[in-house]
């Protein structure tokens, strides 16, 4: 990971900073990698959508866990928030330059599993099989 790429660097400076970045990198994918973020970032894509128009493009999510996701998003800089004031408010969410640039990389898993779905599902037919 992050240690990997900067062990070389020597000082006992650089290894509490390689230990924080390993520990921010954790926390980071922690908080996007589960379906919910990840879909969220693809369902708001290139748009600026809308709470109610964002939980209706994500199938079978609830209000609590659309909020909660949308915060840790945010929280991580990936998602930006405008609040309108307006009578009620209208709140608007769209991805930021770090959002575009992870979608592109869930994008691009998802074209992995497109290319490899029969490669998958063989292994596993052929795992489960006793």
Not at 27 to 53: C, H, M, Y
Not at 58 to 69: A, P, Y
Not at 73 to 85: D, I, S
Request: hydrophobic share 35%; net charge negative; with cysteine.
């Amino acid at each position: 990971m992050v240690t990997k790429q900067l062990k070389d660097s020597g000082t006992a400076g650089d290894e509490a900073d390689v230990t924080r970045a390993d520990s921010l990198a954790r926390e980071i994918f922690s908080d996007i990698a589960n379906k919910w973020a990840l879909l969220i970032i693809e369902a708001v894509g290139d748009r600026t959508l809308r709470f109610t128009e964002l939980r209706d493009e994500v199938d079978g999510i609830s209000h609590k866990m659309l909020t909660q996701n949308l915060r840790l998003l945010e929280r991580n800089g990936l998602v930006g928030r405008t609040v309108h004031p307006t009578v009620p408010p209208r709140v608007e969410y769209t991805l930021t330059e770090p959002g575009r640039a992870l979608r592109s990389t869930v994008d691009a898993m998802c074209d992995w599993t497109h290319r490899y779905l029969a490669d998958i599902e063989t292994a596993r037919q052929r795992f489960d099989t006793p």
